[in-house]
């Protein structure tokens, strides 16, 4: 039987689960000699839906030479002969979890320790690294991102101008409008909201790319010729978001105190030259690279993370999929793990 025989060999099959008596019916193969790939698939869900009917069905009289592929198609279908697998129970669950989280962290020191390794090893031999890939990944991480990055971070300047402006005009301190869009923007908001859209545009696109060379056995290829991953994948891109995210994070505080400068003159009857004296008397240097720092560090964190994921990918497509989301809520969560630690850090050193 053949893919040309499915037509008849259907109808056969539930006209004789019609007739079928006591809810059993048996399939004969003893008169055929050949059956195809396409026939047991067929065999599989005609089985599958005479189950559904209440009709017990096994497969009788194949031959000798037929039995492997009837017992293949059997076991990957899951017939009604088939014994159902038993519940997982509670330890076991536990043990897959803790097995899973134990793999997980062998390959986070794995890849740690390989990019530390050759950190290290470019700094004394740069040309054992693709340097010249740097600039193209800072355009895309930064240069492609520029205009979101400007349009939100002068809404954030905007939203903390009229938040404030109701409670600064009851007390009669319209001006101090400009210390509070400085110093929180600089300090917290323009790296924070600069690092989410990196974490969303950068963090996941390397993850994307990187998985998809994974399970494509790329960077089996390229590890089997002698170059290693880390000097040619990873590393150019730690350093372009590294020097991309504090000139991100810079036009950030310079819009975002444009758009606290707007509300100032539209709601609080501030002019431009009085808000930008007030801004200078109260917004310091180290507020400025307090926040450049902060987004320099968040820049590394979300390419580092990226890329392990990247790594990390199993499963094909599916598994690219999971590996680019887990990256953006992993980004996310370190980024306010970095900033509190950040935050505390500065507090200590006077800052």
């Known amino acids: 039987m053949r893919i040309g025989d499915a037509a008849p060999f259907w ?89 899973a989280l134990v793999d997980a962290a062998r390959h986070l020191v794995l890849f740690t320790w390989e990019l530390s390794f050759s950190a290290f090893d470019v700094l004394r031999r740069p040309r054992k690294t693709d340097l010249a890939r740097i600039p193209s990944l800072a355009e895309q991480a930064g240069a492609d991102g520029v205009s979101i990055v400007l349009v939100l971070n002068f809404l954030v300047g905007v939203i903390m101008a009229y938040q404030s402006s109701k409670a600064l005009r009851m007390y009669g301190a319209n001006a101090y409008v400009a ?55 990873v590393l150019p891109r730690v350093a372009a978001l590294v020097l991309v995210a504090p000139v991100l994070t810079l036009l950030g505080d310079v819009v975002a105190v444009v758009g606290g400068g707007v509300v100032a003159a539209l709601s609080l009857s501030i ?44 499963g094909g497509a599916s598994g690219v999929g999971r590996r680019t989301t887990s990256t953006v809520v992993t980004c996310l969560f370190a980024i306010v793990v970095i900033d509190t630690a950040a935050t505390v850090l500065f507090r200590a050193l006077g800052r």
């Open 271 to 314: 002019g431009p030259r009085a808000y930008l004296s007030e801004l200078h008397g109260s917004v310091r240097a180290s507020d400025v690279w307090t926040g450049l720092v902060k987004s320099a560090v968040f820049g590394g964190a979300i390419a580092f993370i990226g890329c392990q994921q990247g790594f990390a990918t199993t």
């Open 11 to 99: 109808r056969a099959v539930i006209d004789a689960a019609r007739d079928a008596r006591g809810g059993k019916l048996d399939i004969d193969l003893s008169g055929a000699k050949v059956v195809d790939g396409a026939i047991m698939s067929l065999l599989v869900d005609v089985r599958a839906d005479l189950d559904r009917r209440g009709v017990a069905s096994k497969i009788v009289g194949a031959s000798p030479q037929l039995a492997p592929v009837v017992e293949l198609y059997e076991t990957k279908g899951g017939g009604s002969d088939s014994e159902a697998k038993p519940a997982v129970g509670l330890v076991e669950r536990v043990g897959r979890g803790t097995g």
């Open 179 to 233: 210390d509070l869009v400085g110093i929180s923007t600089t300090r917290e908001l323009c790296p924070l909201m600069t690092a989410i859209i990196m974490s969303g545009r950068s963090g996941a696109a390397f993850a994307a790319e990187l998985g998809t060379m994974t399970v494509e056995e790329e960077l089996d290829a390229l590890r089997t010729i002698g170059l290693s991953p880390q000097r040619w994948l």
